[in-house]
Nanobody, 125 residues
Framework: VQLQASGGGLVQVGGSLKLSCAASGRTFSDYGTGWFRQAPGKEREVVAGISRTGGSTKYADSVKGRFTISRDNAKNTVYLQMNSLKPEDTAVYYC???????????????????WGQGTQVTVSS
């Protein structure tokens, strides 16, 4: 599956952005997906994950209550709505997908087979 992330940009503290990740090449509903970020000098971290059907989601504590992951399997797209952005949210954001047998599983790791190219999010104070 090929993934194309978009929607990043420069936003002020407290602002919002919505990232999109469009998938192609396989049956998207066979894949659990996630959003990740990597700030300069730091390791890549999981931000949010969502199951194949969208019925299960999980968030890092640092974004819980501010970010929402969702997906539209008819459009082969997964989204990350980011609200109340903080300077520490500044990073390159990546989407990833992994083929999963269970429709309810959220893979909570960076061990994903397919990755998008990343989109920069910068939160200015």
């Amino acid at each position: 599956v090929q993934l194309q992330a978009s929607g990043g940009g420069l936003v002020q503290v407290g602002g919002s952005l919505k990232l999109s990740c469009a998938a192609s090449g396989r049956t998207f509903s066979d894949y659990g997906t996630g959003w990740f970020r990597q700030a300069p000098g730091k390791e890549r971290e999981v931000v949010a994950g969502i199951s194949r059907t969208g019925g299960s989601t999980k968030y890092a504590d640092s974004v819980k209550g501010r970010f929402t992951i969702s997906r539209d399997n008819a459009k082969n797209t997964v989204y990350l709505q980011m609200n109340s952005l903080k300077p520490e949210d500044t990073a390159v954001y990546y989407c990833a997908a992994e083929r999963l047998l269970s429709s309810a599983t959220v893979r909570w790791s960076t061990n994903y087979a397919y990755w998008g190219q990343g989109t920069q999010v910068t939160v200015s104070s």
